[in-house]
């Protein structure tokens, strides 16, 4: 079980450019978290996807930001004209089931700058 | 509005002294608590978490935690530090499938 796996686990980009995210998942799990965590405002859920199906985009900033699942294997994390104030540590997580006392399994985070 | 505090942004303790991370939770209800841990460069991996029940939860690393629904709160102990320790710490509550975090407590260890 080589846990949750995001890549690339550093990326760069220009101001006004797109930024791809890529987590896979740990296999079976059936529930995929999106976090995003800044110095200034933390730890942030930002979307959350159940067998693939979104269920709750409501930490997404409306604009600029989308997630996908196309598959039970991968989910992407897209940002659209990125800001500098876009640049934080994006983590992806898993769990087996939705449920509150379900242990969620965290990727080690993709850090993003936007310059 | 659901959320969880921690109030002590930084905590130093020495190598082998016990430890004492305060969190304090504000939800309708009694939420699922966890702690996890963040070590440099890494994700967040689970402590321990709270089931209904004892009031007492172990963890991995000798770390527990006690709930206290009288004080609205879910502190974690640890009776002997270890320089390995060193690490930032973040509470968390849960009513559904979306955790709430504290803004986490970072732990330096003196030798």
């Known amino acids: 079980n080589a846990g949750v796996i995001q890549t690339p686990r550093h990326k760069v980009t220009g101001k006004g450019q797109e930024a791809t995210l890529w987590c896979e998942p740990i296999?079976?799990?059936?529930?995929v978290f999106w976090y995003r965590q800044t110095i200034v405002q933390g730890l942030e859920f930002l979307t959350y996807?159940?067998?693939?199906?979104?269920?709750?985009d409501s930490g997404m900033p409306k604009e600029r930001f989308s997630a996908q699942m196309p598959n039970q294997s991968h989910s992407t994390l897209k940002i659209q004209s990125t800001q500098p104030q876009d640049s934080a540590v994006y983590l992806c997580?898993?769990?087996?089931?939705?449920?509150?006392?379900?242990?969620?399994?965290f990727g080690k985070g993709t850090r993003l700058t936007v310059v | 509005a659901q959320s969880v505090t921690q109030p002590d942004a930084r905590v130093t303790v020495s190598e082998g002294a016990s430890l004492q991370l305060r969190c304090k939770y504000s939800?309708?209800?009694?939420?699922?608590l966890f702690w996890y841990v963040q070590y440099p460069r890494q994700g967040l991996q689970l402590l321990l978490k709270?089931?209904?029940?004892?009031?007492v939860v172990q963890g991995v690393n000798g770390f527990e935690a006690e709930f206290s629904k009288s004080n609205s709160s879910f502190h974690l102990r640890k009776a002997s530090v270890h320089w390995s320790d060193w690490a930032v710490y973040f509470c968390?509550?849960?009513?559904?499938?979306?955790?709430?975090f504290g803004t986490g407590t970072s732990l330096l260890v003196d030798p």
């Open positions: 997580a898993s769990s087996l089931v939705t449920r509150g006392d379900t242990e969620v399994f």
């Open positions: 296999s079976g799990h059936s529930a």
């Open positions: 996807f159940r067998n693939q199906a979104p269920i709750d």
């Open positions: 939800y309708f209800g009694t939420p699922y």
């Open positions: 709270y089931y209904p029940g004892d009031p």
């Open positions: 968390a509550g849960n009513m559904g499938y979306k955790l709430t």
